[in-house]
């Protein structure tokens, strides 16, 4: 199995990017706030790999960090919550901010996440309440690295990662936040913004 690729980044997409190995292409998905973060096309690029081998795929699913690949094993070990819905929530707040809200029974929190419903929210709750304790720990720091580099700056950079030129990420960035809140969850917001950027904005 892949468990970890070094390569250069050779594209860049909604749900996924492409890393070139040593030739080699591997299609690898990550979560948008993961996506934001990842160097820009052309630079290199070193990714923790959980590879999810189906009957008529084998996908690769990438991290940057251990507490994010943590954090995915976790979730996914919850009852009906695949690979692509774990990447759903943690495309749509921190790791961090996951611990927490598990920790502490934030369903309505969990439910800010489009495509997590209550019954998903609970589920993670009532499964990972205990298992998220540690994780929390560790998060303080990731917590302390996105005050640093809040979510407007993630959001700006993922759009011009997707081809945007900054005036116009910048700009739909504003009307993200206009629409749906600053404290809205990145997913929202990045949604938000292409639907801003699609309208004309």
């Known amino acids: 199995m892949i468990a970890a690729l070094r ?58 960090g251990a507490d994010e690949e943590e954090m995915f094993l976790l979730l996914t070990s919850v009852s009906h919550v695949g690979p692509k819905l774990a990447l759903t929530v943690l495309s749509g707040l921190e790791v961090a901010d996951i611990a927490a809200a598990i920790g502490k029974g934030d369903v309505g929190r969990l439910t800010q996440v489009r495509g997590v419903g209550r019954k998903t929210a609970e589920r993670l709750v009532l499964e990972l309440r205990d298992k998220v304790k540690l994780l929390s720990l560790e998060g303080k720091g990731r ?24 005036q116009q990420a910048e700009k739909a960035a504003d009307a993200a936040a206009g629409a749906a809140g600053d404290q809205a969850p990145f997913e929202v917001l990045f949604r938000e913004a292409l639907r801003a950027l699609r309208g004309g904005a």
């Open 7 to 64: 390569g250069v980044v050779l594209e860049k997409n909604l749900n996924d990017a492409v890393i070139d190995v040593t030739g080699v292409g591997y299609r690898v998905y990550l979560s948008l706030l993961a996506l934001a973060r990842l160097p820009d096309v052309g630079q290199p690029v070193k990714l923790r790999i959980r590879t999810v081998v189906r009957e008529d795929a084998l996908d690769l699913f990438g991290f940057l």
């Open 143 to 166: 917590a302390a690295a996105a005050a640093e580099a809040p979510a407007r700056s993630d959001l700006v950079s993922a759009l011009v990662n997707l081809g945007y030129r900054p």
